[in-house]
């Protein structure tokens, strides 16, 4: 109900990127390992999520930078945290333990900025679940188009679990992102409402993010943005919306469009630009907060920040450019049999 009353009011700012900010730290073999997992048989340097167990003061750290530029919203440093996932470290059994520990680290980091700013508006940890590295709408063998590499109720379970360890962690929202492929994302919403369900416990709001891949408008499994949102809109979600792939200019029309069809409140969190030939991003903080204010002056957003590429700055600029500008209102859409 608290993020509720903060979206009636205003424009809230998720935070940027964990990986860019990770990759300043410049993290050896033996960091990422730490001493726990010291003698671990294959190599584990790139698993940007087992940092919250091995580096906790790095990520802590990350979070209250973030805070500190003006976010209202961190994510957890979950987005590979699923058994699924984990299988490509031979981690699985940690999938759990994981998430608890993410979601730690980011309540402590709110826990700290606030006790150091008792006036600051409220603070959000929303628990990211990511879209997973296999899809269930799409074969990885061109030769076989009906193969599928995982199930949908082998999706579900992972993501039940990857739920669990979030919400005993104490995560305020569950955040189900960069959505490439909505059967799975759709595998997270089920697991999401069966555990709330089975645990007896009130269900805690729910942000969908999908993915636009191209200029085409469409994910990556093929959607346009209107199917896609149609296809998620029974989850009740408390705000739809897009990140990643896109640079804000790129995505522009489509943010336009979802503020026009979707019932919930909306997000946009781009990545600084397209990435340059290097596979890095050039677009400056004010650059991408001169485009998220004009969306947020045409009424477009309710929640923003950044994605790839996005560090604090970025995240200081857009908190400073919107904080003044009204959010955008629900629309009345009306419903009709045809």
């Not at 990350?62 to 299988?87: C, K, P, R, V, W």
């Not at 897009?242 to 069809?261: D, F, P, T, V, W």
């Amino acid at each position: 109900m608290q993020l509720k009353k903060e979206l009636e009011k205003r424009i809230l700012v998720i935070d940027g990127a964990m990986g860019t900010m990770i990759q300043r730290h410049k993290l050896t073999e033996a960091d990422y390992r730490g001493t726990r997992f010291a003698d671990w048989h294959c190599d584990v340097k790139g698993n940007n999520d087992l940092l919250c167990i091995t580096q906790p003061e790095i990520i802590k750290g990350i979070h209250q930078q973030y805070l500190a530029a003006g976010a209202d919203i961190i994510e957890t440093n979950t987005f590979s945290s699923t058994t699924i996932a984990m299988a490509d470290y031979d981690m699985q059994s940690l999938a759990f333990e994981l998430n608890v520990a993410a979601a730690t680290c980011a309540k402590e980091a709110v826990a700290a900025f606030l006790a150091e700013n008792p006036n600051s508006t409220p603070k959000f940890v929303a628990g990211a679940i990511g879209p997973l590295n296999k899809t269930l709408s799409l074969s990885p063998d061109v030769n076989n188009p009906g193969f599928r590499a995982v199930t949908f109720d082998e999706v579900a379970t992972a993501y039940y679990e990857q739920i669990d360890g979030l919400v005993q962690g104490g995560v305020d929202i569950l955040l189900i992102e960069t959505i490439f492929d909505t059967l799975n994302a759709k595998g997270a919403i089920y697991a999401a409402k069966k555990y709330f369900r089975d645990k007896k416990i009130p269900e805690l709001p729910i942000m969908i993010s999908g993915t636009i891949t191209d200029a085409s408008g469409r994910t990556l499994s093929g959607q346009t943005l209107e199917a896609f949102y149609t296809s998620v809109m029974h989850a009740n979600p408390i705000s739809v919306g897009l990140n990643c792939a896109l640079g804000a200019a790129e995505m522009r029309s489509h943010i336009e469009e979802l503020s026009q069809i979707a019932a919930c409140y909306t997000s946009a969190y781009p990545n600084a630009g397209l990435p340059n030939a290097m596979g890095e991003y050039d677009e400056q903080p004010h650059e991408t907060a001169h485009f998220i204010e004009e969306w947020a002056k045409e009424g477009f957003v309710n929640i923003v920040g950044g994605c790839c590429g996005t560090t604090p700055d970025h995240i200081k600029h857009i908190a400073n450019q919107v904080k003044h500008l009204a959010p955008r209102q629900l629309p009345l859409i009306e419903t009709a049999l045809i």
